[in-house]
């Protein structure tokens, strides 16, 4: 376990040196990116702003709902996006058999491999908003309600890498059309960036227990507000867990069934 | 004691069958029907250890089948493998310790980052200890001309490049068995030559078995005294390389464009007809006994020729006479 | 009693399978596509509902008003997305441009057919995006020819204003290496400030001001406005005269910024 963390750190380490490396174009490529997230942002503050709530959800209220799942996105892109990669560069170029072939755990290796710039912008964002958002809100802080933030972001992250891992897996059968399949999942996530009441009770419930991204913006927002469904913030850890064994199993099914026929 | 047991170890994929147009497709969702395809169909042979034996087939012989069964990637339909007493799958860390793989072209290296930054990374994953890796590391980059190249990333690398990091990134944790897959593939001939003094220096100082997978016979004539040649799935040799060399690569193929059909051509003596067609025949001749050039003028004088070519001895043809028996005439002559 | 059951089974089983076979006809890419756009459409949809649940209006628009708009601009978007930002540096770099320096308006003449013909492509596409916004969301459309010819003219104009704009940003952008991180920055501007995330006339009047200063909103906002009914066709005049002046003035800009790029690049030896 301590030998994969050490290696878990070298490999970050190269990464880091990378991205050093090439600043400029690195941060046009952020720079660029920034703007997606920040248009998103900025299209609350107009709205929001002029109305006196959202379904009883004040401006600063729905930023901290936007922040959270925002930073929790970009958390996940920044440690797993190479996990969408599997099909496409992995198993139709073959490349999972030099993975195979290492004496260290193959998904391990997937998931560290290659660093997802992509979520600086959104963690940025995400981090700006909600750190913006928690100091107008003026919130009565205890220790279990900063125990309840931390825990959900790590949780909301994993949620996301799970359903990054689940339908990637697929790309043991079906190769480059996997990221389609995944694509599909992720985009789900985007009901999560506003108060959940807003949408029919159907939709809650998918995003509570089917595509349960809720978890990562909805209830811990509502716990750390005083609001009605914070209690279950707490399922969010072992929801997150749930999910990561469940990924992880099906994807010993699909290595399975890669060694058994090849590819 | 072997190094590497194989027994009797079979592959058999299964391909599921569709008839074309809608109806098909309807037809496999409800009931599926597959084909069964042997790819490798039971083979058995023992490697002892310092040993460098090339493995050669036509494409789809089931060359590559065999590596992914021995690397531990596939499991075998049937049979045993033993590689330093371990089944390669089932105990595939500890197997992967002591294994080194290249699969031709594509490179285990990161494509972003730097060479010495790769090497580093790979050898923390196998724990080379820092001095050895060290000293290594000056050896090989020393002998296959590295230096310069260290912070260069694998993006910018000829294939010639890739190819020479490639091995070092393979040996640099001192594999007991390495299995190079087409390494020499699309090289000119001095990184070729350069690439086969570095595996013999290799095998030679450190012991280190080597399995060979080639389309190269020049790979094959410098580093193994031993061939083993597979076809639709079978062994159908594994021998020294010399007696290959000694039957068959002495024979070679002329193609004459002929002008208009022939009678039966009666060929010289020591020459074969491989083919005879309207425009074109095909004489098999040993080099030993006549030259080219004598069986052309031979032939030109009795026939009317508008062109010739002259064929050297492929893999596929060798492999044809081995399959066809031609090896056991030649024993029996 | 059996048998009929079990004959009933299998022709809906074939029926569906014929039904899976037709949607997997379509490529995958395509339902990415759809379902990504479904989604958007109800987050927002639900969004705007809650918006409107304290109040009558919002920047002088009704909730059906501002659904109608941001539906019919949502399904329009993609049209914004049609750039050639990130094919024109190897077209400068390949030298094909250069060939065209006498006569840069026919090349960008048929750019623009090129740009039309993907762009209806794409419209086709949108199809079941409509359908599912008329039957799920209660889209209305205009009954008025008039209102749809207004619409279709003034779509073209913008479309054409934005052509002339990525012209003048593709010169620039020429000089990055990054020209994807470009079209990624305009994709996420346009969408803001061409009035699709947020119909123009709830942004405070200084915010109005920007977006109308950049062209998107005239490709965009303006014809979307008049097909939702939000813009009267009284305003027509006034609608031409401005667009025309955006078309002649970006037009001569980027003739002129686009003769110095290839001088640039023909005196590096490109």
């Known amino acids: 376990m301590g030998r994969y963390l050490k290696l878990y750190l070298w490999f970050w380490t190269q990464r880091l040196k990378v991205l050093l490396e090439y600043p400029a174009s690195t941060l046009v490529g952020v720079a660029a990116q920034v703007l997606s997230p920040a248009m998103g942002v900025l299209t609350i503050w107009v709205v929001v702003r002029q109305v006196p709530d959202l379904r009883g959800w004040s401006y600063d209220e729905v930023l901290l709902i936007y922040g959270l799942l925002t930073f929790s996105l970009g958390l996940s892109f920044i440690f797993g996006q190479n996990i969408w990669f599997l099909g496409q560069n992995y198993i139709r170029t073959g490349g999972l058999d030099h993975l195979l072939v290492r004496p260290i755990n193959p998904l391990f290796q997937l998931v560290v491999e290659y660093y997802g710039y992509g ?53 043991f059968w079906i190769m480059d059309s996997a990221i389609s399949v995944t694509s599909v999942f992720y985009l789900t996530h985007q009901f999560a960036k506003y108060p959940l009441n807003i949408y029919p ?32 913030v707490w399922a969010g850890p072992f929801v997150a867990a749930a999910l990561l064994f469940l990924g992880y199993r099906f994807w010993l099914f699909g290595l399975r069934h890669y060694t058994s026929t090849g590819s | 004691m072997p190094i590497i047991q194989v027994e009797n170890i079979s592959k058999v994929f299964r391909i599921s069958q569709k008839d074309p147009g809608l109806g098909g497709a309807i037809k496999a969702l409800f009931r599926p029907r597959y084909q069964d395809k042997v790819a490798v169909d039971g083979i058995n042979f023992t490697v002892e250890p310092g040993e460098v034996v090339g493995y050669i087939g036509v494409n789809g012989a089931g060359k590559s089948t065999t590596i992914k069964m021995l690397t531990g990637i596939l499991v075998p339909s049937g049979g045993q493998i033993r590689v330093l007493g371990r089944d390669p799958h089932r105990q595939r860390v500890p197997n992967a310790r002591d294994i080194g793989v290249v699969f031709g072209q594509r490179s285990q290296l990161w494509w972003d980052l730097a060479l010495i930054e790769s090497l580093n990374l790979i050898a923390k994953i196998y ?57 020499t593939i699309g090289l000119d001939l001095i990184v070729k ?42 062994l159908i040799y594994d021998g020294p390389l010399g007696t290959i060399k000694d039957r068959f690569g002495k024979f070679r193929e002329i193609t004459f464009d002929t002008a208009g ?19 074109k025949l095909v004489l098999r001749f040993d080099r030993t006994v006549t030259t080219a050039s004598q069986l052309a003028s031979t032939v030109m004088s009795r026939v009317q020729v508008a062109d010739f070519s002259l064929a050297e001895p492929d893999l596929s043809s060798i492999v044809k006479q081995i399959y066809g028996g031609a090896l056991q005439k030649e024993v029996s002559q | 009693m059996i048998q009929a059951l079990r004959r009933t089974a299998t022709a809906y089983g074939v029926f569906a399978a014929l039904i899976l076979k037709r949607i997997m006809a379509y490529p995958l890419g395509f339902w990415v596509q759809f379902f990504t756009q479904f989604i958007v459409m109800a987050v927002t949809v639900y969004f705007w509902r809650g918006v409107y649940l304290g109040q009558e209006t919002l920047g002088s628009l009704n909730l059906r008003q501002t659904l109608t708009y941001i539906m019919l601009a949502q399904l329009v978007m993609p049209l914004l997305q049609v750039s050639l930002i990130v094919h024109f540096g190897s077209w400068l770099r390949d030298g094909q441009l250069a060939i065209e320096l006498l006569r840069p308006v026919d090349f960008q003449v048929q750019n623009f ?52 704009f990525d012209w003048i940003f593709a010169c620039l952008a020429f000089y990055t290496t990054d020209a994807f991180g470009f079209y990624l920055a305009r994709t996420a501007i346009a969408g803001f400030f061409g009035g699709v995330l947020v119909p123009l006339a709830m942004m405070p009047g200084w915010l109005q001001a920007v977006a109308y200063s950049i062209p998107f909103a005239q490709a965009i906002s303006v014809p979307v406005s008049l097909l939702s009914g939000i813009t009267p066709l009284s305003d027509l005049p006034r609608i031409w005269l401005v667009q025309g002046l955006w078309l002649i003035g970006l037009a001569g800009l980027s003739r002129l910024i686009f003769r110095f790029a290839l001088r640039t690049v023909t005196f590096q030896g490109g």
């Not at chain 2, 820092?130 to 910018?156: C, G, M, S, W």
């Not at chain 2, 060979?212 to 597979?230: A, F, K, N, S, Y």
């Not at chain 3, 199809?127 to 008039?146: N, S, T």
């Open chain 1, 119 to 171: 979520g600086m912008d959104a963690a940025l964002v995400g981090a700006v908003v909600t750190v913006k958002a928690i100091l107008a809100l003026g919130i009565l802080w205890s220790p279990l309600k900063v125990l309840a933030l931390l825990l959900s972001i790590l949780s909301g992250s994993a949620i996301f890498m799970a359903f990054f891992l689940i339908p990637s897996v697929s790309g």
């Open chain 1, 201 to 232: 009770r159907a939709v809650l419930m998918m995003l509570t227990w089917l595509l349960p991204y809720a978890f990562a913006s909805y209830y811990p927002a509502s716990y750390l507000l005083g609001k009605e469904a914070g209690g279950l």
């Open chain 2, 127 to 183: 724990d080379v200890e820092p001095a050895r890796y060290k000293q290594l590391l000056d050896q090989f980059t020393e002998t296959l001309e590295l230096k310069e190249l260290l912070h260069v990333p694998i993006r910018n690398m000829s294939l010639g490049q890739k190819m020479r990091a490639e091995l070092v990134a393979t040996l640099i944790h001192e594999p007991k068995i390495v299995y190079l897959d087409e390494p």
């Open chain 2, 193 to 234: 030559e350069r690439i086969r003094e570095f595996i013999k220096q290799q095998n030679r100082e450190s012991g280190t078995t080597v399995i060979l997978t080639t389309h190269d016979l020049g790979d094959i004539e410098e580093l193994c005294p031993r061939v083993m040649i597979i076809d639709a799935g079978k």
């Open chain 2, 261 to 279: 059909s022939l009678d039966p051509f009666e060929p010289p003596t020591g020459t074969q007809v491989v083919t005879q067609e309207p425009r």
């Open chain 3, 113 to 164: 057919a090129q740009q039309q013909v993907g762009s209806w492509i794409l419209l086709l596409q949108q199809l079941p995006l409509l359908v599912v916004a008329w039957r799920l969301f209660g889209l209305e459309l205009p009954a008025d020819p008039k209102v749809w010819m207004a619409f279709t003219i003034s779509l073209l104009s913008g479309q054409a204003i934005l052509l002339f």
